[in-house]
């Protein structure tokens, strides 16, 4: 779905975020730090929160930006395992929160465990310049509460139904990064991924919305340098 404009500018951005990251390192060597970057994922279950960590990891390790991650589920620390185990971060930089029965409460009304696991990461790692922080699944009304993250992306799937963006609730519009993904199953469930595009872009009043695979890794690196711009060079 890619076209020919957006492929260029994908890659000017990269070039940018390419000079950008050399000097995150020069900076971290003489100033003091403000402190890690917090970046929340939200979205419904199944969307593919945690598969697009998996495959933010390597695009950010070969950033050279230190990452650390904390994951939520109701009633059980499986996401968090899954990421220790897949070999792709120190398993000490992966904290887990049981969100219990209400995964937007500790997002939003009381964030307090959240910013509890982020802070003890930041204590033990003091040179992280991301921390991201992926939500337990939720509905479409979840959204992050900016005590915790400074900046959050909301990750919705072409499989959920490409009339999502119609539906307009606030993870879709007010989020600073809108995630379609799953761009791969469309064929297979009757979407049409450019009408979709276009009609999140226009609920989100041409916000920006990237369209992912992360089953291949098609679409993530315009992620990676997209967070990198808008959180570590505000
Ligand atoms: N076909 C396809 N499957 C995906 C993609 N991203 C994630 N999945 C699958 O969707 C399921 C849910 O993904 P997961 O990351 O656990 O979702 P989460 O609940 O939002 O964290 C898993 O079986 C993933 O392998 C994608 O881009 N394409
Ligand atoms: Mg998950």
Not at 111 to 138: K, V
Request: hydrophobic letters at 45%.
């Amino acid at each position: 779905m890619r076209t020919g404009p957006s492929v260029a500018l994908g890659a000017a951005l990269h070039a940018a975020v390419t000079q950008l990251t050399g000097r995150i390192h020069e900076k971290g060597a003489a100033e003091s730090r403000p402190g890690a970057a917090r970046i929340g994922i939200g979205g419904p279950v199944g969307s593919g929160k945690t598969a697009l960590i998996e495959r933010l990891i390597p695009e950010f390790v070969q950033r050279g930006v230190s990452l650390s991650i904390v994951t939520n589920d109701l009633v059980t620390t499986e996401d968090a395992e899954r990421i220790r185990r897949s070999g792709l971060i120190d398993p000490k930089r992966v904290a887990a929160v049981e969100a219990g029965a209400c995964p937007h409460t500790v997002i939003r009304e009381d964030p307090t465990l959240n910013i509890a696991a982020a802070d003890e990461l930041e204590a033990q790692f003091p040179q992280t310049d991301l921390i991201l922080i992926e939500s337990g699944g939720d509905n479409l009304a979840s959204t992050f509460s900016l005590d915790l993250v400074d900046w959050w992306m909301f990750v919705i799937d072409v499989a959920g139904g490409g009339d999502i963006p119609r539906k307009k609730g606030p993870g879709v519009i007010k989020s600073d990064l809108l995630v379609i993904n799953k761009v791969d199953l469309a064929q297979y469930v009757g979407v049409d991924l450019a009408r979709m595009a276009n009609e999140a872009t226009a609920v989100r009043a041409d916000r920006p919305i990237a369209m992912t695979n992360c089953r291949s890794g098609e679409g993530v690196s315009e992620v990676a340098d997209r967070i990198i711009t808008e959180t570590l060079f505000r």
